[in-house]
């Protein structure tokens, strides 16, 4: 069975950092991501991931978010520095079966930043 099990999350001050782990297992992924979603609002891309490491960001965290992975681990990270309110969301993991592209969302884990 895939499982995405996500870790990290908390509570931050402005301008703080935090590192997002998701350790995902049963099978071999090709892209892994990170969504978020506010309140109210719909689920939004972060950034995401492939296999050969070529990634992708939303405007809003170029510069301040890296995203990786350990492909021997099948363990996606998200380094969020220079943390803003607006990032306040639960964040997802996401990744997707090789060949069959099904794709799987971790739990959720909430990231709150302060003002």
């Known amino acids: 069975q895939v499982q995405l099990v996500e870790s990290g999350g908390g509570l931050v001050q402005a301008g703080g950092s935090l590192r997002l782990s998701c350790a995902a297992s049963?099978?071999?992924?090709?892209?892994m991501g990170w969504y978020h979603q506010a309140p109210g609002k719909q689920r939004e891309l972060v950034a995401t991931?492939?296999?050969?490491?070529?990634?992708n960001y939303a405007d809003s965290v170029k510069g301040r978010f890296t995203i990786s992975r350990d492909n021997a681990k099948n363990t996606v990270y998200l380094q969020m520095n220079n943390l803003k309110p607006e990032d306040t969301a639960v964040y997802y993991c996401?990744?997707?079966?090789?060949?069959?592209?099904?794709?799987?969302w971790g739990q959720g884990t909430q990231v709150t930043v302060s003002s």
């Open positions: 996401n990744a997707m079966v090789m060949f069959t592209r099904r794709q799987y």
């Open positions: 049963g099978s071999i992924f090709s892209t």
């Open positions: 991931i492939t296999r050969d490491g070529t990634t």
